[in-house]
């Protein structure tokens, strides 16, 4: 059974930084892509970030130079590294993977973690 664990949301002040993970079971990461999404209330789902097996990435322009995905073999867990939050970083973040992304944008996936609040406000 897939099993996609994140961790490490929290409140955080504006300009601060987070680090959040995302634990997998059930199958080996770098054999597949692994994407960060983010969805803030009343609004829709948005890919925050992409790693690809062959460990390209990509971030889309509202969390570049912000926001950096990783992967660590050996842990089977995939990193977001948060920088210089923002009050419009505020959303529960998923990880998801057995899917698409890329510079082409995020197409569907088919695991899902269970999502980590991340609160960005002073």
């Known amino acids: 059974q897939v099993q996609l664990v994140e961790s490490g949301g929290g409140l955080v002040q504006p300009g601060g930084s987070l680090r959040l993970s995302c634990a997998a079971s059930g199958l080996t990461l770098r054999t597949y892509a692994i994407a960060w999404f983010r969805q803030a209330p009343g609004k829709e789902r948005e890919g925050v970030a992409c790693?690809?097996?062959?460990?390209?990435?990509y971030h889309p322009d509202s969390v570049k130079g912000r926001f950096t995905i990783s992967r660590d073999n050996a842990k089977n867990t995939v990193y977001l590294q948060m920088n210089g939050l923002k009050p419009e970083d505020t959303a529960v973040y998923y990880c998801a993977t057995n899917g698409v992304c890329g510079r082409n944008g995020f197409g569907h996936f088919g695991y899902w973690g269970q999502g980590t609040q991340v609160t960005v406000s002073s």
């Open positions: 790693i690809t097996p062959n460990i390209n990435t």
